[in-house]
């Protein structure tokens, strides 16, 4: 096999074979293949694309690239969730005890945030003592006997996909559902689901910015899953504005509890609940859908979906107290009110520009060596549709420092109100399955 021929039949729109792709990425990762070659073959998958076959093989491919996690110890089917990122999407903290209390195994590796605000594992370093370093044994064990443990990424998972990531960024050919389908994919699988939902987000703050670019890709991955004997669902969900009120770590930690006792924001409380009844579903803890929602709502109104997350926090060594007094949280100094200029409606909050303002207070990182600040961040006090009167208060920054006048003006220019009165948009914009 040489690359050439390669690269000339997918220039020619014919359909590599499994083994084909194969020899391309393992010979890339070792680095036999140049890049230069494999950029040629990213540019004629761009224009021609890739057939479902294709997709699946190039997914398992990049996902046997380098380690694999075995979750076969752990009893049950381990359903993972993955969203495609937004700003101030405190899912995870939320849906983790939530799916655990009703019997979903939570065997989660995540990783840390870069930009807007921190990840899983940042935004779980807020609680004092919590370790997301544990030996591997212990991690099963933890699921198995309380039915969720999160802990940090560790071995060298997907290498293939981290070099082409990188590849693809400066050859302008990241834009490629195809691309960006199997990249998603091959991560998860090789993090060990036995069964995916994903969030798939669009709107201003999200990667896809419409609802059709957003089912493409939905579908895409939802057709690998399924093709490599992983059930796979998705939902299209709203990311025109952050998530919830809370964008920062520590305050992410407090609207999770918050929504866990049933008094969180109405967006991130549905959006648990449709994402995890789905978990629920593919875990075969419920029969349909509507039986899998009644039992999450049942297990919030019980306390028991609070009570999973104390459990969990203190077997990884962190205060639990914290859950019955969230000022025990990080806390920033200065509370600081960005008043509204005029009367009218909340028209958009932009929210990929909320998310760099909270980053620049320190929720996030700018570059990979950046350190967060856990206590600051943005709290928001309107929605869009929500009326404001002058002088009243937008959102709360926490801050550590006094001078955040950049961050204000950046908050002005991201928050737009209307004369006339607007609609909250629709959060959950489809349903995709195979
Ligand atoms: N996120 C990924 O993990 N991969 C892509 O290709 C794009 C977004
Ligand atoms: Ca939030």
Known sequence: MRMVDLIEKKRDNQELSTAEIQYIIERYTTGEIPDYQMSALLMAIYFNGMTEQERADLTMAMMKSGDTIDLSAIEGIKVDKHSTGGVGDTTTLVLGPLVAAVGVPVAKMSGRGLGHT???????????????????????DLVNKNKISVIGQTGNLTPADKKLYALRDVTATVDSIPLIASS???????????????????????????????????????????NVGRNTMAIISDMSQPLGFAIGNALEVK?????????GPEDLAELCLTLGSYMVLLAKKAATLEEARSALKEIIANGKAL???????????????LVDDPSKLPQATYKIELPAKKDGYVKELIADEIGTAAMKLGAGRETKESVIDLAVGLVLNKKIGDTVKAGESLLTIHSNTEQVDDVKEMLYNSIIISDEHVEAPTLIHSHISK
């Open 307 to 321: 009570e999973t997350f104390k459990l969990f926090l203190e077997s990884q060594g962190g205060d639990a107290s």
């Open 184 to 226: 998603i994919m091959s991560k998860k699988l090789a993090a060990g689901a036995d069964a995916i939902v994903l969030d798939v987000k669009t709107g201003a703050g999200a990667f896809m910015k419409t609802p059709e670019d957003a089912e493409k890709l939905a579908q895409a991955m939802v057709n690998i899953g399924n």
């Open 118 to 140: 921190g990840g899983t594992i940042d935004k779980l370093e807020a609680v004092k003592g919590f370790s997301v370093e544990i030996p591997k044994e212990e991690f099963i």
């Open 255 to 263: 609207e999770a509890i918050d929504t866990l006792k049933g008094e």
